[in-house]
C-alpha cells in the first residue's frame, strides 16, 4: 500500500523558474492538502481540496497554484521560484477533514 | 490571528525520565486537536482530540485537551531514544489547520 506519494524528493531551481510537485494517494481519500515546513515555524498550509474540482487557499498560498482533475493526483505548481519558496513540501490526504492525515514523505526544494 | 503555540521548543531528557509537552491555541471555529511525531520525514499520526477532560492513550503515550483553557498536553512516560522527534500540534478549524512549530525532544541513553 503506497499512502501518499510526492515526487521528486529533492529539487534545486534558479530564481524565476517553475515547475510542478506531485502528490498522488492510492487511498481514495477526498481531502488533499500541501504544506511548507521551515525551521522554527512548523507547518503552513497552502492550498487544499475537499474533493475532486474543487480547491481553496490555505494560509500561504501566494506564488503558489494547484489543481484536482482527479481523486488520486494534487498537482502543487510554482509560477515562478523565488528564494523565499526554499522549504520542505509535504502533501498530505484524509478520507475527510475531520480525519488524521497522511503524510507524504516531504520534497526538499531549493530556490537559488 | 488563528495561532497555535507550543511549549518547550526544545527538550534533552535521559532515557526513563516522564516529559510532558504542551499546546495552546487561539483559534474561531475549533474543531479538534491532533499530535503528530515527525522523525525523519513524514509527520505520523498519534492522537486526535475534540472532547475536553478524556484522555486518549496509547502506550506510554498519553494525551489530554482542555477547551476552557485552550490547550492540550502530550506526556510520554518511561522515556526512550526513539521518542527522539520532533511532536507537532495541529488545531482543525473548519477545512484549515495550523500547527505548532514543534517541540524537539531528544532522549539521550
Known sequence: NAGVTQTPKFQVLKTGQSMTLQCAQDMNHEYMSW????????????HYSVGAGITDQGEVPNGYNVSRSTTEDFPLRLLSAAPSQTSVYFCASSPILDKPQHFGDGTRLSIL | E???????LSLVVHEGDTVTLNCSYEVTNFRSLLWYKQEKKAPTFLFML????????????????DKKEL?????????????????LCAV??????????GTRLTVKP
Open chain 1, 35 to 46: 504544506y511548507r515546513q521551515d525551521p522554527g515555524m512548523g507547518l503552513r498550509l497552502i
Open chain 2, 2 to 8: 488563528d495561532k497555535v503555540v507550543q511549549s518547550p
Open chain 2, 50 to 65: 475534540t472532547s475536553s477532560g478524556i484522555e486518549k492513550k496509547s502506550g506510554r503515550l498519553s494525551s489530554i485537551l
Open chain 2, 71 to 87: 490547550s492540550s498536553i502530550l506526556n510520554i512516560t518511561a522515556t526512550q531514544t526513539g521518542d527522539s522527534a520532533i511532536y
Open chain 2, 92 to 101: 482543525e478549524i473548519d477545512n484549515d489547520m495550523r500547527f505548532g512549530a
